[in-house]
């Protein structure tokens, strides 16, 4: 095992959990804080792909931007999705079983609907700086990798401020603890759920832009990430974001290093070792209480 | 009705589907019907965890598989009559389903789901990379043409998988109205009250995921011997997961009727499609049903016809 080489993967794997953050962060708000297990998540990740793609391919814009650019329509998905639990589900009880089959629902629905559109191929974007590689010495920051970490710590770190500093932010992370408080405070729990289910799936649908510019995406990538984010979110802690950027970034060392030196083929195997190896020993994750 | 007198009634009845069946002459409908009472068995396991205890494994793809490739493991290092591959792949499945359970059932119910889920992708990822069973390949796997007795080896396996359905059938029913059933009811309704007036409930709920897992296992030990070629991403494919949950959900969970029922209806429907649509509308037509059922029928076809029945009375 060589020393440079181990570096570089430590680097790559740091890069690539910033970018677990970013695809996590949702399910940390719906699954941490709302306990709605939303397994569709990554299906949405992917959506935001493809709509990254079809927007960068049609019109040229960078893909970033292109996400950014969509948040608005998939907030409004998110809202209406939230709303349909709630009547369906939540009010009568009943979200164990049916919730969970409503979600797995969508997953497959998301799936197909993208290959009767889109079809089964590989697609990618264009952007000017994928390609790219800033190098210093022996260390190689690939810019693929680079610009999707920071943009996704960039919006963990919006996020984070807006959950602690604004009041509708505290409301999110309130609903979690105690409804009757927060309708003492003029606050409606169902819409604050509301508002922050929506906001869990605009940051998957950004996360699916920051996606299609690290690798090339084909509609069933979304199950590879169902394994990565509740592992994650689990690792570090239901409900903590801390925890689940730290989460993040140890599952992005660990892959990284089994991809560098036992080929990339086990690399999916690995999200699932942590993820019973912590439901085994600390179920409550690194931040948890 | 004794466990008995319903595993009589229905071997009589499936003795008469056979009879049915060989009288059409024709191996299409001995395709078909297999495909049709695989997804019986498979969602009859389903159901034992999913709608007794209320746990959902989304994982049956995995458990499958594990019978699927038990078969070509075995078949390729010491082949053996296809009901003795059966027991092999129920016993592995049950093991995987009991270690599975064991992991995870002392959680929170998601936990579970989502373990199960992740399994699918792992399991996926160790047979890509074994290369005794085929890797991403494939392997092939050569049925005999003929046997004795039943003669035609299609027929046989269809026998076969009619007599599983028979088992997981009378199984299902023997739980429900054992004590053994009340337990797992308990666990669905409330599981922290049943907890605390001395159900065993982890017990219980481990005895319900190595069931199901063992028989979702022993629906897949002979299709490679149907399919003769088996490949990793037909096995882990969409189909068998939404449609081993799909078909409980929209048949109604409470009892064996529902997964039998829902099998046969959405079975056939895909029967059909697969051979005037596309594959892909079909997975697409049992999402959108899932989806409608547990909005608008949570308690399945069955429950709305039994509302019906006591509107009239």
Redesign the interface.
Known sequence: MSGELLLNAVIAGILLGGFYAAVTVGISIS?GILDI?N?AHPAFVIVGSYVTYYVNAQFGIDPILAGILVLPLFYGLGAGIYQ?YYV??ERRG?E???????F???L??A???L??AFGVDYRDVRASYIGQSLNFGIFHFPLRMLVPCLASLAMFAFLLIFLTRTFIGRAIMAVAQDQLALRLMAADPVKIKRIAFAISIATAALAGSFLIIIQPVEPSVG??Y??RV??IC?LGGLGSLTGTLIGAILLGIVESITATFYGP??A??V???L??LT??LR?AGIMGR | MKWWTFLITATIVAAAVFAGIRALNNDYYFFAGYTVLQFVVLATAWNILGGYTGYVNFGSAAFFAVGVYTTVFLHKTYPLPVPLQIVAAGIVSGLVGLGMGYLTLRLRGAFFAIATLALAVVLQTIIVNWSYVGGARGAYVLRPATIEIVGNYIHYLFLVMLGLAVIALTTARAIEKSSLGYGFATIRDDELAAEASGVPTLKLKLIATTLSGAFMGMAGAPFPYIQAYVQPNAVFGLEYAVNSIAMPIIGGTASWIGPLVGAILLGTLQQVATVTISSAVNVLIVGLLLVAFVIVAPNGIVGVVQKAWRRKL
């Open positions: 699954f297990v397994i349909v369906s589900f009943k164990a079983l049916s919730g969970l089959a409503f797995f629902g969508i497959f629905i799936e197909v609907l290959i009767l199950r590879e169902i394994g509740f592992a689990v083929s086990w999916p195997a999200a699932f070792g993820l019973l439901l085994a179920p």
